[in-house]
Every structure is written in C-alpha cells, then in structure tokens.
C-alpha cells in the first residue's frame, strides 16, 4: 500500500516537472517571437524619439524659454496631432496584422494605400493648430514670450507633421510583415544623421532653435524616404502591387475604425501633454515647464518601450486571432504583460537612484536641476505604471476592441483624471506635484486596472471564431 502511495506522488510529482517545463518552454518561444518584432520596434521607436530629445537637449543648453518653446512646440502641439495620426494609423495594427494570420497578403498594400488618403487629409484639417498656436498659449495663461516663441516655432514643425501620415503608416505596414529590422536599421542611421545636421544648424550656422526644429523636419522626411523606397522598390512583392484605385473604395470603413483608434490612442498620449499646458498659472510657470519637459521627455524615450511591446503585442495577437488560435493570442498578451512590466520596474529603481541628477540633462539651470529633482518620485511611478497600460492598448488593438477603450480612456483620464488634477492643482494648492499625482493615481492606475480586468476576462475562444469568420466574408 506505501509503495502505490509512494508510486502516485512520484508520478504527480513527475507529471508537475513535466508541466512546469512544458511552460517554460512556452514562455520562451512565445518570448522569442514577441522580440522579433518587440526588439526592432523598440529600436525604432527610441531612435525616432531620441531625435526629438537630441533637439531639446541643444535647445536646452541655449537658454530656458527656448527649453520651455521647444518643450511646448514639439510635446504638446506636434504630440497633439501626431497622437492623432498615430492612433488611426494604429488601426492598420488590427488589419494588416490579421490578414497577414489569414495569408490575405494580396489586401496590405491596398489598407496601406487607403490609410495614406484617410491620414493626409486628417493632417490637413489640423493644420490650424499649428498657426494659431500663440493666441492659444496666452489663452492658457503661459507668458508671453514663452507663446511667441512656441508659436514661431510650431510653424518650423509643419514639415515634420506633413510627415507624419506616411511615417505612421509604411511603419506599420512592415512591421506586420515582420521586416521591423529594416526600419530599425533606417531609423538609427538617421539618428546618426540628425545628430550631425542639428549640430550643424544650431552651432555652426548659428541658427539657435529653429536649427534644432529644422533638423526634426529634415530627420523626420528622410526616414520616410527610406521607408518608401524599400516598400515600393521591390522588397515587398506579395504586399506591395503598386498604386491601385481600389484604396479609394472602402473609405468610410476605414475611416470608422481608424477613429476609434485615433480615439483611444490619442486620449492617452494627450493625457500627460495637457500637464504643460495646466502649468500657466502656476508661480515661476517657465522654471516649472521646464522641470515637467525634462521629466516628460525621459518619460516618453523610456515610454518608447512599452510601446514597442504595444506594436509586438498588437502583431501577436492579431495574428494568433487571423489563425484561429484564441488560446495562443491569449498567452501572448499574458508574456507581452509581464515582460514589459519587469522593465519598467527596473527604469523606475533607476530614476530613483539617479532623481537628483536627471535635470542636468537638459539645461545648466540649478532651479530647473532642482525643481526637476523635486518630480523624480512621480516621474518613477509615471513610467511603472506606463510600462503596463500601453501592452494592454497593445492586446486591444490586436482584437479589435479600440471603441470600447476609447470609452474607458475618456471616462479615466477626463472625466477622472483631468478635473482631480485641476482640484489638486488649484483648489487644495498643491501645484505641479499635486497635479501629476492626481493625474497618475486618478486617471493612469484606474485605466491600467479595468484593462486588465477586460483582458482577463475575455473569452479568447469567441475572438478568434469572430476574426476568421469576419475575414471569411
């Protein structure tokens, strides 16, 4: 009798190992495969962004309000449209990700085609933005050489946003191919090359901000050329069939869902730009802004990550629903998750560790080092919890969820968020801390957390039945 005892608990006890390898061994494939696209696309997206720092960086070191314009131009208006731009493109993630699972390679160029004429018309549209930037700023209380300035400058940044709709786009459009190598590869050596030609412009030709504007223009518009001459010069024969008239059918559709995306992305990325503009009022508001733009300009190279794991997670997800497999897309979202958020933890150590020295990035300023010194803390709980919404937005964009997001994305972050800031900030007297603290714990925790709840709780097994029988049609 001890013996079949000893038997039973051997043979669970066996059948356990066998489990846990067998996970294991899930995990690391699945973990392969979510860096194959995750590790180009967070390449890409820290050298894209890092083009932007590198001009703030020299702008910086030329005198406050220049920090503060640049800040204002690039993070609040240039991010306000390009989350815009972003968030519709990010559509592109849903289609091109599930009819590449489905092997419909035929219809990717013609999505990509459709997004061009839907995101260059959205451009247009919000070109005012760019030319009323000024009185805007004043509206908003920010001083008024700091709003001359910024103005001046958002019309340097027109070039860059002209850009934007083939930038989002043709990325996107690779990435589903799983060629995010190429791009990564265009992106860095274009970094290089913005290096030099902001140099170039601000130092030796003497032309200050606008030179670092400038450069953002020129770096912006050669990544796009390089992206365009490898997608239309012959490298993508099953996706690319040249210019067709069918991207003008089908419009409407695309347009529907590609606002629900640009919804629910750009809610997010707005959420933390709209701090800039809160801060007008505020007492030294150009010592502040500058403080916030260095602790929202690490945020956002460090946000380039997450983001990276967004577009993997996208990709993965996409393409185990286009195959049918509800089950694999499932364990993707779960690794994507929990990979993302191990980084986060240790970036978040990291700023705390290194929270007094983080202004001299920036600017020579001892009140900016020390205001920016004072954020630190809430800048670390900022990128934490960033590492874990955007790979949850990331599943919703591979499923096709972006109307219901965009609805928990308003709710969270205006609805709650906005207004406890604004209570926190004026009401009660807390300043700029109160303000992000309220924003953070008000909007960003509570979003992270109904994601999740949405994620866990949804019946993979229906998604994947409801993808294949919508590309079945």
């Known amino acids: 009798m001890d013996e079949e005892v000893s038997q039973h608990l051997l043979e669970n006890h066996k059948n356990e190992e066998d489990q846990e390898n067998e996970l294991?061994?899930?995990?690391?494939?699945?973990?392969?495969?979510?860096?194959?696209?995750?590790?180009?696309?967070?390449?890409?997206?820290?050298?894209?962004?890092?083009?932007?720092?590198?001009?703030?960086?020299?702008?910086?070191?030329?005198?406050?309000?220049?920090?503060?314009?640049?800040?204002?131009?690039n993070n609040v208006i240039f991010a306000f449209s390009f989350g815009l731009l972003l968030g519709m493109a990010t559509a592109l993630e849903t289609l091109f990700g599930q009819a590449f699972g489905a092997k419909r390679y035929n219809v990717l160029g013609i999505y990509l085609q459709r997004s061009w004429i839907v995101l260059f018309l959205t451009t247009i549209l919000l070109l005012p933005l760019y030319l009323y930037t000024t009185p805007m700023l004043k509206l908003f209380g920010q001083p008024e050489d700091v709003a001359?300035?910024?103005?001046?400058?958002?019309?340097?940044?027109?070039?860059?946003?002209?850009?934007?709709?083939?930038?989002?786009?043709?990325?996107?459009?690779?990435?589903?191919?799983?060629?995010?190598?190429?791009?990564?590869c265009i992106a860095m050596l274009n970094l290089v090359i913005h290096v030099f030609v902001t140099w170039l412009l601000v130092n030796y030709f003497q032309l200050g901000v606008i030179g670092a504007v400038v450069a953002l223009d020129i770096s912006t518009w050669i990544f796009v050329f390089g992206m365009l001459f490898y997608v239309v010069g012959g490298w993508c024969p099953l996706t690319w069939n040249g210019l067709s008239m069918e991207a003008f059918s089908g419009l409407w559709e695309f347009l529907k869902l590609s606002t629900a995306s640009g919804v629910m992305i750009c809610l997010e990325f707005w959420y933390y730009r709209i701090l800039l503009l809160m801060t007008g009022n505020l007492k030294n508001v150009t010592i502040v802004v500058d403080a916030l733009s260095v602790c929202?300009?690490?945020?956002?190279?460090?946000?380039?990550?997450?983001?990276?794991?967004?577009?993997?997670?996208?990709?993965?997800?996409?393409?185990?629903?286009?195959?049918?497999?509800?089950?694999?897309?499932?364990?993707?979202?779960?690794?994507?998750?929990?990979?993302?958020?191990?980084?986060?933890?240790?970036?978040?150590?990291?700023?705390?560790?290194?929270?007094?020295?983080?202004?001299?990035?920036?600017?020579?300023?001892?009140?900016?080092?020390?205001?920016?010194?004072?954020?630190?803390?809430?800048?670390?709980?900022?990128?934490?919890?960033?590492?874990?919404?955007?790979?949850?937005?990331?599943?919703?964009?591979?499923?096709?969820?972006?109307?219901?997001?965009?609805?928990?994305?308003?709710?969270?972050?205006?609805?709650?968020?906005?207004?406890?800031?604004?209570?926190?900030?004026?009401?009660?007297?807390?300043?700029?801390?109160?303000?992000?603290?309220?924003?953070?714990?008000?909007?960003?925790?509570?979003?992270?957390?109904?994601?999740?709840?949405?994620?866990?709780?949804?019946d993979w097994e229906k998604e994947a039945k409801k993808t294949l029988e919508d590309h079945a049609r």
């Open 296 to 458: 929202m300009t690490i945020s956002g190279w460090q946000m380039m990550i997450p983001f990276g794991f967004l577009a993997a997670t996208g990709v993965r997800v996409a393409s185990e629903l286009g195959a049918g497999n509800g089950r694999a897309a499932k364990f993707a979202a779960k690794v994507a998750v929990v990979q993302s958020t191990i980084i986060g933890i240790i970036f978040c150590i990291l700023i705390i560790i290194f929270h007094d020295k983080l202004g001299f990035i920036f600017s020579s300023s001892p009140d900016v080092v020390i205001a920016a010194d004072k954020l630190s803390y809430l800048l670390a709980v900022t990128i934490l919890l960033n590492s874990i919404q955007p790979v949850l937005s990331g599943v919703a964009i591979g499923s096709g969820w972006q109307s219901l997001v965009a609805y928990v994305n308003l709710g969270c972050y205006y609805i709650v968020g906005v207004p406890l800031g604004i209570l926190m900030g004026w009401v009660f007297d807390f300043g700029i801390e109160g303000i992000w603290a309220a924003m953070i714990f008000g909007g960003t925790a509570i979003q992270t957390g109904i994601l999740s709840i949405l994620t866990l709780q949804r």
């Open 24 to 73: 294991k061994t899930r995990v690391l494939i699945e973990l392969k495969k979510l860096w194959q696209v995750a590790g180009p696309a967070i390449i890409t997206r820290i050298a894209n962004y890092s083009s932007s720092l590198v001009s703030q960086v020299f702008a910086g070191h030329l005198g406050d309000v220049e920090l503060a314009s640049i800040s204002i131009a």
């Open 148 to 184: 001359e300035l910024t103005g001046l400058l958002s019309i340097w940044f027109i070039p860059m946003h002209l850009g934007a709709p083939f930038h989002c786009s043709m990325q996107r459009f690779l990435l589903s191919q799983l060629k995010i190598n190429v791009v990564a």
